[in-house]
């Protein structure tokens, strides 16, 4: 049974930094993706199981993605957070596949195991 946790959201002014954080990650393809009131899910950042990382245009330069295999544990730095930014953000896995293809329009349809998501809020 898989079971993927995050946590480490909350309420941040523009500017600020949060690091989530995904318990249970696997070794294979995983990703952080978000989604706000009324818009579609997207993918925000992804991770090889081999640690190569992909990002949407949107948070490159300000959000990395990692993980810690001893730990089990995935995680989304986020920094220099916009408004824009504000979502539920929750961590998946792909079933079997290690390398992750990119960042594509419903990729989450392509992810088997979720998280519950954890909140994150950013004022201007």
């Known amino acids: 049974q898989v079971q993927l946790v995050e946590s480490g959201g909350g309420s941040v002014q523009a500017g600020g930094s949060l690091r989530l954080s995904c318990t249970g990650s696997r070794y294979t393809c995983m990703g952080w993706f978000r989604q706000a009131p009324g818009k579609e899910r997207e993918g925000v950042a992804a991770?090889?199981?081999?640690?190569?990382?992909r990002y949407a245009d949107s948070v490159k330069g300000r959000f990395a993605i990692s993980k810690d295999n001893d730990k089990n544990t995935l995680y989304l730095q986020m920094n220099s957070l916009k408004p824009e930014d504000t979502a539920m953000y929750y961590c998946?896995?792909?079933?079997?596949?290690?390398?992750?293809?990119?960042?594509?329009?419903?990729?989450?349809?392509?992810?088997?195991?979720w998280g519950q998501g954890t909140q994150v809020t950013v004022s201007s």
């Open positions: 998946a896995s792909r079933r079997w596949e290690r390398v992750c293809p990119g960042l594509y329009p419903a990729m989450h349809e392509d992810f088997t195991y």
């Open positions: 991770i090889d199981s081999d640690g190569s990382t």
